[in-house]
C-alpha cells in the first residue's frame, strides 16, 4: 500500500500516513480554505488501509497498533470537524477489525494551555482516550 504524504505550507499541516508503520501523522497549522477538499485523499486513504488492515488481521494475530499523531500549532473550527472524522473512522476500524488497537498522541508545548485544553476537548467530544505529550 502506498504511503500519503503532504509537505506543510502556510495555512496547511503536515500530512503522513504510512502503512508500513500504522502511523498517520498531522502537524503543524490546519486552516486550509476548503478543509474538505485538503483533507479528501487522508479519507480515500483511510478506505484503502482499511482494507488492507482487514487482509492482514486475517493473516496474523499478532495485534497491529494505530498510532494517530496530532502535532498542531493552530486549527480552524473546519479543521476541528475533520480531525473528530478522522478520529471516529480509525477508532471504529479498531473495534470492527480484530487485533487493531489505536492510540492517539496528543502533542502540544508544555506552555501552551489553549492546545492542551483543545485536546481535551477532543477527547472528551470523541470518547478515545489519548496520550498527552509534551513537544
Known sequence: MENLHFEPTHNTPLVNCDGSTNTITIAGESRPENVRAFYANVFTWLDTYEKSLFY??????????????????????????????IIARINTMSKNINHVELTINWYYDEDDDDMFDSG????????????????
Open 56 to 85: 492482514l488481521a486475517s493473516l496474523s494475530s499478532h495485534v497491529k497498533m494505530i498510532h494517530l499523531n496530532f502535532k498542531l500549532e493552530y486549527f480552524n473550527s473546519s479543521s476541528l470537524k475533520i480531525f473528530m472524522e
Open 120 to 135: 481535551k476537548e477532543f477527547e472528551k467530544m470523541t470518547g478515545v482516550k489519548m496520550n498527552f505529550c509534551n513537544k
